[in-house]
């Protein structure tokens, strides 16, 4: 079956836009998470949801970010008014309910100019 | 706050050897940790998931070994190979869901 997968695959903007990500994780999982992988480290987390719900957004790093899953399936991460230093590899991945190995797409490149 | 190390950072062997991969991690209260690859401009790939009360795992040419209490794993690769070229990630799983990478290590297998 199909994997995790992510909409753009790059995606370049200029300094103050605003920016939309897609996920849309495996059929049937209800968890889904995403990171952000900065040049030369390893992701770092941002948020889970388990349904529609944000069950931990503790990783996001300002109110800048701004993360959706309103029926439970695709999710669209959302940053405003973009920074330089947003700009990295954003990471999702999904769960069958939240307690097994994650899966994760293949990201998104978002480099803000 | 848990911290997760991977020594080294990048690593260039020839083809054929025995490698270790070394990750550490601070906090020894983990549920899981599991081992990633990651290929240029792509995701990560599961390689080796151990649960907490699991040594060690193993699947074809990779081991990996898990020692909670030191704060210790590592990922053996047996006679590696050009197609191994990658980056290594560790992630250590706290909680039930929660994954602290390592910065990873760069391997370069040459032919």
């Known amino acids: 079956g199909a994997g995790v997968s992510q909409t753009p695959s790059n995606k370049v903007t200029e300094k103050g836009k605003y920016v939309e990500l897609r996920c849309d994780p495996i059929?049937?999982?209800?968890?889904l998470y995403w990171y952000r992988q900065s040049l030369g480290q390893g992701p770092e987390f941002l948020i889970y949801?388990?349904?529609?719900?944000?069950?931990?957004d503790s990783g996001l790093p300002n109110d800048r970010f701004f993360a959706v899953r309103p029926e439970g399936s695709v999710s669209t991460l959302k940053i405003q008014r973009t920074e330089r230093g947003d700009s990295a590899v954003y990471l999702c991945?999904?769960?069958?309910?939240?307690?097994?190995?994650?899966?994760f797409g293949p990201g998104t490149r978002l480099l803000v100019l | 706050k848990q911290e997760v190390t991977q020594i080294p950072a990048a690593l260039s062997v020839p083809e054929g050897e025995n490698l270790v991969l070394n990750c550490s991690f601070t906090?020894?209260?983990?549920?899981?940790l599991q081992w990633f690859r990651q290929d240029p401009g792509k995701g990560l790939t599961s390689l080796l998931l151990?649960?907490?009360?699991?040594r060690e795992q193993t699947s074809g040419r990779l081991n990996a070994s898990l020692d909670k209490s030191s704060g210790r794993s590592t990922l053996y690769i047996a006679a590696s190979q050009p197609g191994d070229s990658a980056t290594y990630l560790c992630?250590?799983?706290?909680?039930?869901?929660?994954?602290?990478f390592g910065t990873g290590t760069r391997l370069k297998v040459l032919a």
């Open positions: 991945a999904s769960s069958p309910t939240g307690q097994e190995t994650q899966y």
């Open positions: 059929s049937g999982h209800t968890a």
């Open positions: 949801f388990q349904g529609t719900g944000a069950a931990d």
């Open positions: 906090d020894s209260a983990i549920y899981n």
């Open positions: 151990i649960q907490s009360s699991q």
């Open positions: 992630a250590v799983i706290s909680g039930t869901y929660k994954y602290i």
